[in-house]
């Protein structure tokens, strides 16, 4: 699906399932979320509004998340690919 001004991606699926795949990434890293804030010089409230779901998360936001978390980021992909939207 091509982008189209006015789309609300943040309450589309892929979003939804995106955002629940990195909040139980970070725990399972054992971080809470002003850890994880920490390590990528962000704030608290910064990942508590992104892991409600209250804000779109770029591609380079997401590599940096799976870097500092520790996981795959490519195999994330591929899940949400498999997810219809």
Do not use: C, N
């Not at 399932?17 to 809470?32: C, P, Q, S």
């Amino acid at each position: 699906m091509a982008y189209r001004p006015g789309v609300d991606t943040i309450s589309r699926k892929r979003h939804q399932v995106l955002i629940g795949i990195i909040i139980d990434e970070r725990k399972r890293a054992g971080l809470r979320q002003v850890e994880l804030a920490k390590k990528l010089k962000k704030t608290q409230t910064w990942v508590s509004r992104l892991e409600q779901g209250g804000r779109r998360l770029d591609v380079v936001e997401f590599m940096r998340l799976a870097e500092v978390i520790g996981f795959d980021p490519v195999a994330t992909i591929r899940q949400l690919s498999a997810i219809a939207h």
